[in-house]
Nanobody
C-alpha cells in the first residue's frame, strides 16, 4: 500500500512558477514510475508528466513540454514537478500517481493516487 501526498499548489499569476511535490506518507515511491495528471471539474484526468524509477526517463504531455520539468529525489522519497511560465489553462487539480513499469501517459495504468493539490493561474 502506498499513500501519496501532493503539496505546493496555490494561486499564481500568468508567467509565474510553482513547484509541486509528491511524497509517500506510507510506502515508497523510490522504486516506481511516478506520473503527474491534472483535472478540471467535470473533465477527464489529463496526463502532464512522468518519470521512471531512476529518473533516467521522463515523458511529457504536449501542452507542458518546455515549461514543466519532472524530477525525483529517491533519498527523500519525493517526486517534483517544476512548473514555469504558467498559463491560465494550467489551472487544475494536480495529482501524482505510481505504477510498476516504465513511463505512461494513460491514467488507468497507475495504481496509487494522491488526493491532489489545486493550482490556479489567474491575473
Amino acid at each position: 500500500q502506498v499513500q501519496l501526498v501532493e503539496s505546493g499548489g496555490g494561486l499564481v499569476q500568468p508567467g509565474d512558477s510553482l513547484r509541486l511535490s509528491c511524497a509517500a506518507s506510507e510506502g515508497t515511491v523510490s522504486g516506481a514510475t511516478v506520473g503527474w495528471f491534472r483535472q478540471d471539474p467535470g473533465k477527464d484526468r489529463k496526463f502532464v508528466a512522468a518519470i521512471n524509477w531512476s529518473g533516467g526517463i521522463t515523458y511529457y504531455g504536449d501542452s507542458v513540454k518546455g515549461r514543466f520539468t519532472v524530477s525525483r529525489d529517491n533519498a527523500k522519497n519525493t517526486v517534483y514537478l517544476q512548473m514555469n511560465s504558467l498559463k491560465p489553462e494550467d489551472t487544475a487539480v494536480y495529482y501524482c500517481a505510481t505504477r510498476v513499469g516504465s513511463v505512461s501517459g494513460t491514467f488507468a495504468e497507475y495504481t496509487y493516487w494522491g488526493q491532489g493539490t489545486q493550482v490556479t493561474v489567474s491575473s
